[in-house]
C-alpha cells in the first residue's frame, strides 16, 4: 500500500517560516514528479508547488513564489515545502502529491497526480 505522510503543520504566527515534509512508504517515486497544492474550506484545490523527479525543474504558483521552496531528498522518499513570511491566506489544509507519469515534467494539474497525502493543517496566528 502506498502512503503519503505530511508533517510539519500547526499554530503558527504570521510573518515565521514553517517546512512541510512528505514522506512516502510502499514504494519509491525516484522518476516521478512531486508536488504541494492547498485547499481551503469551500474552495477548489490550488496548486502551490512542483519539483520533477531529478529536482531540475520547480514550478511555483504566483501567489507564493518568492515565499515557498519546494525539494526532495529521493534517497529519503522525502519532499519538503519551506514556507517563509506565512500570513492567513496560507492557513488552509496543505497536501502533498506525486505524479502518475513518469520521467515528465511537472504539472499544475491535480488531475494529473495519482498518490495523495492526507492533509496537513495550517493555522496562521496575527
Known amino acids: 500500500q502506498v502512503l503519503l505522510i505530511e508533517s510539519g503543520g500547526g499554530l503558527v504566527q504570521a510573518g515565521v517560516s514553517l517546512r512541510l515534509s512528505c514522506a512516502a512508504s510502499g514504494r519509491t517515486f525516484s522518476s516521478q514528479s512531486m508536488g504541494w497544492f492547498r485547499q481551503a474550506p469551500g474552495k477548489e484545490r490550488e496548486f502551490l508547488a512542483a519539483?520533477?523527479?531529478?529536482?531540475?525543474?520547480?514550478y511555483y504558483a504566483d501567489a507564493v513564489k518568492g515565499r515557498f521552496t519546494i525539494s526532495r531528498d529521493n534517497a529519503k522518499t522525502t519532499e519538503y515545502l519551506q514556507k517563509n513570511s506565512l500570513n492567513a491566506e496560507d492557513a488552509p489544509i496543505y497536501y502533498c502529491?506525486?505524479?502518475?507519469?513518469?520521467?515528465?515534467?511537472?504539472?499544475?494539474?491535480?488531475?494529473?497526480?495519482?498518490?495523495w497525502g492526507q492533509g496537513a493543517q495550517v493555522t496562521v496566528s496575527s
Open positions: 519539483i520533477s523527479w531529478n529536482s531540475d525543474i520547480t
Open positions: 502529491a506525486v505524479d502518475s507519469r513518469r520521467l515528465a515534467v511537472p504539472s499544475t494539474e491535480p488531475a494529473v497526480y495519482a498518490y
